[in-house]
């Protein structure tokens, strides 16, 4: 961990109101892993994120945008975002999306084989066409015009938009986690 944890005791005036928006954002969005220390520091990409409030609280309104306006079923969310989380072996994004996955019923096999950067065979259509997106965009180049027009058929246009901007995202948050050598902290 190359930032130190803050302390809401050690907080500046710049960070506070971050960190309230942040812990109140992390109770009802992101409450299938640990995300706060035993003495209330933020974990994960919230720690980094408060170390550069400006910045930081911009990447966390994207982060409330996703939320607030998500289409896809969540499935296919976690399938694009393990993709990404994979493709970067970014290990506290992993541990977090594996324990969301778990909560929406993904099975193991089907998990394992996601986070060695495989395409599993029991896929739907619609996290198939996810998969194929996300590892589409995570390797370079302009989306496929098959792949995109899949996504607009499946997902209409708003969606195949958040699946995209979903992948980006998270290409930002996977970067953060590894630049700053984020921990994972022990399963419970």
């Given at each position: 961990?190359?930032?130190?944890?803050?302390?809401?005791?050690?907080?500046?005036?710049?960070?506070?109101?971050?960190?309230?928006?942040?812990?109140?954002?992390?109770?009802?969005?992101?409450?299938?892993?640990?995300?706060?220390?035993?003495?209330?520091?933020?974990?994960?990409?919230?720690?980094?994120?408060?170390?550069?409030p400006r910045?930081?609280?911009?990447?966390?309104?994207?982060?409330?945008?996703?939320?607030?306006?998500?289409?896809?079923?969540?499935?296919?969310?976690?399938?694009?975002?393990?993709?990404?989380?994979?493709?970067f072996d970014?290990?506290?994004?992993?541990?977090?999306?594996?324990?969301?996955?778990?909560?929406?019923?993904?099975?193991?096999?089907?998990?394992?084989?996601?986070?060695?950067?495989?395409?599993?065979?029991?896929?739907?259509?619609?996290?198939?066409?996810?998969?194929?997106?996300?590892?589409?965009?995570?390797?370079?180049?302009?989306?496929?015009?098959?792949?995109?027009?899949?996504?607009?058929?499946?997902?209409?246009?708003?969606?195949?938009?958040?699946?995209?901007?979903?992948?980006?995202?998270?290409?930002?948050?996977?970067?953060?986690?590894?630049?700053?050598?984020?921990?994972?902290?022990?399963?419970?």
């Amino acid at each position: 961990m190359r930032l130190p944890l803050i302390a809401p005791a050690d907080l500046t005036d710049a960070q506070k109101p971050l960190y309230a928006d942040m812990k109140k954002g992390i109770a009802s969005d992101f409450n299938a892993f640990k995300t706060i220390s035993p003495d209330g520091a933020m974990m994960g990409p919230w720690n980094p994120w408060l170390h550069e409030p400006r910045i930081g609280g911009a990447i966390w309104e994207l982060t409330k945008a996703m939320t607030a306006e998500a289409s896809l079923p969540e499935t296919v969310r976690q399938v694009v975002i393990l993709v990404v989380g994979a493709h970067f072996d970014a290990s506290y994004e992993l541990y977090a999306h594996i324990a969301v996955a778990e909560k929406v019923g993904m099975s193991e096999k089907r998990l394992s084989t996601l986070c060695a950067g495989l395409r599993p065979a029991d896929l739907t259509d619609e996290e198939g066409c996810g998969y194929d997106a996300a590892f589409a965009l995570i390797n370079g180049g302009i989306l496929a015009r098959p792949t995109y027009d899949r996504a607009v058929a499946l997902f209409g246009q708003h969606g195949a938009n958040e699946l995209i901007y979903l992948v980006g995202l998270y290409c930002m948050v996977s970067t953060t986690l590894n630049g700053f050598n984020v921990p994972v902290p022990e399963r419970e």
